[in-house]
């Protein structure tokens, strides 16, 4: 099992659905191939939210190679995907882990792959790939990492849609004194490695953007933030932990009391309902440019 267990990617699933940039899909939908099985390669894919949010949108035909380093996580993609196509109407054939619909029209099959991207970047099996793909992936990856896929998806002039990467930006209602300093900690906390080197963390879509320019791409950006909700108390509980967690690993031991204490008080305002987190994030298209 690795930091991002099944548990942790439901929860999250509400607020990364409602925070997706809709138009970015359908600004891409025009640029890709007609009537041809669209190959897409979905980075990082954990049990499938990126496939379950686009697939509908994109529509037609679609064959999804999922990749993951995460075993546990691709043994519960094509449940995960069989409960969420049954949800939104559409019909799942177990054999050919198919998923089919009328309205929207859709045939999209899926193929869960066990990948260390950080390790086999090299061998990314990137060719006869029409769409390159990834949720809450890029701001743990390193500027290194980041620039190689970007080459690799340049040379064979393959759109790129990336969704929901931290951009560094955490706004609390109520605000607390000390919010500024902890989320700057967790910022820092951020660029530790995550198996790809130095994590770009907050960075990343920016660098990816620039990237993407530098090689031909045109490249569209949008704000994808997550907005908690006062009743989604589980998220919110779970975020705080986690950022007082890394924010005390970065700081001082002069300052262990107060990030604990603010961890207390934030966490009695979400059990009361009183509070409510937003969470920066951005979702980048990058579609390559006429020759
Ligand atoms: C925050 S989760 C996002 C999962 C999914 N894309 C989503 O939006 O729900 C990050 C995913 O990246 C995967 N991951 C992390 N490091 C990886 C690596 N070196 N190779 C392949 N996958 C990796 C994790 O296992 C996890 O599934």
């Not at 995960?80 to 049954?86: F, G, I, N, V």
């Not at 045939?107 to 390790?119: G, K, N, W």
């Not at 086999?120 to 390193?142: K, R, W």
């Not at 924010?247 to 204490?261: C, K, L, V, Y």
């Amino acid at each position: 099992m690795g930091d991002f267990d099944a548990d942790w990617l439901r929860l999250r699933a509400p607020a990364d659905r409602r925070a997706r940039a809709a138009d970015l899909p359908l600004l891409l939908r025009p640029q890709l191939p007609k009537g041809q099985m669209l190959h897409i390669l979905d980075l990082g894919c954990g049990t499938g939210s990126n496939l379950h949010a686009l697939a509908p949108v994109l529509g037609g035909a679609q064959a999804w190679l999922c990749l993951d380093a995460d075993a546990d996580l691709l043994d519960r993609l094509a449940e995960e995907t069989q409960a969420w196509a049954q949800a939104s109407g559409f019909d799942w054939d177990a054999t050919d882990r198919r998923v089919t619909g009328a309205e929207p029209d859709l045939t999209c099959t899926l193929a869960p792959r066990r990948f260390d991207l950080a390790r086999d970047l090299d061998a990314l099996p990137i060719e006869g790939i029409g769409l390159v793909t990834a949720s809450a992936l890029l701001d743990l990856v390193s500027e290194t990492w980041l620039a190689g896929l970007v080459s690799q998806c340049a040379k064979v002039r393959v759109p790129i849609l990336t969704a929901l990467t931290y951009d560094g930006r955490v706004a609390f209602e109520p605000a607390l004194s000390l919010d500024r300093e902890v989320i700057e900690a967790v910022n820092r906390h951020q660029g530790r490695d995550k198996g790809f080197g130095p994590a770009l963390g907050p960075s990343a879509n920016g660098r990816l953007a620039i990237l993407a320019a530098a090689r031909g791409y045109w490249v569209e950006v949008r704000t994808s933030d997550w907005r908690i909700r006062r009743s989604e108390r589980e998220l919110q509980a779970a975020l705080i932990r986690g950022w007082s967690r890394a924010a005390r690993e970065e700081a001082p031991a002069s300052d262990q009391a107060g990030i604990a204490h603010w961890e207390a008080v934030r966490l009695a305002a979400v059990e009361r309902g009183c509070s409510r987190i937003n969470v920066g994030h951005r979702d980048l298209l990058a579609i390559p440019r006429r020759a």
